[in-house]
């Protein structure tokens, strides 16, 4: 049974970093497809990140430029860094996890990618940030 968990949320002050990571037991994040999403209090579920297994990344365009997205293959960790905190940032985070089945993970538009929750079947319970003003 696959499960996926996410650490590090908190409460942290605008313009502040937080460091999210994500571990899983029974599924691999090497050559498979990851992401992060949020859900903010009384909103849908939005997609923040996800990277796609050739390394090309897709960001929100609120977080572009202060978001970074990473995988430590070696020890199985998802990663998103979070700089320059806003309070628009309030939310659960959760980590989410798919099947490659050794193809690209996401739709291709050139080189950008466009994702969606349909594309992860493993998810995390979530991990809250607060971004206090």
């Known amino acids: 049974q696959v499960q996926v968990q996410e650490h590090g949320g908190g409460s942290v002050q605008s313009g502040g970093s937080l460091i999210l990571s994500c571990t899983s037991s029974g599924h691999t994040f090497s050559g498979n497809c990851m992401g992060w999403f949020r859900q903010a209090p009384g909103k849908e579920r939005e997609g923040v990140t996800a990277l796609d297994i050739d390394g090309i990344t897709k960001y929100l365009d609120s977080v572009q430029g202060r978001f970074t997205i990473s995988q430590d293959n070696a020890n199985n960790v998802l990663y998103l860094h979070m700089n320059l905190l806003k309070p628009e940032g309030t939310g659960m985070y959760f980590c989410?996890?798919?099947?490659?089945?050794?193809?690209?993970?996401?739709?291709?538009?050139?080189?950008?990618?466009?994702?969606?929750?349909?594309?992860?079947?493993?998810w995390g319970q979530g991990t809250q940030v607060t971004v206090s003003s």
């Open positions: 989410a996890a798919g099947l490659s089945h050794g193809r690209y993970c996401y739709p291709r538009f050139g080189k950008q990618i466009a994702f969606s929750q349909r594309d992860f079947s493993f």
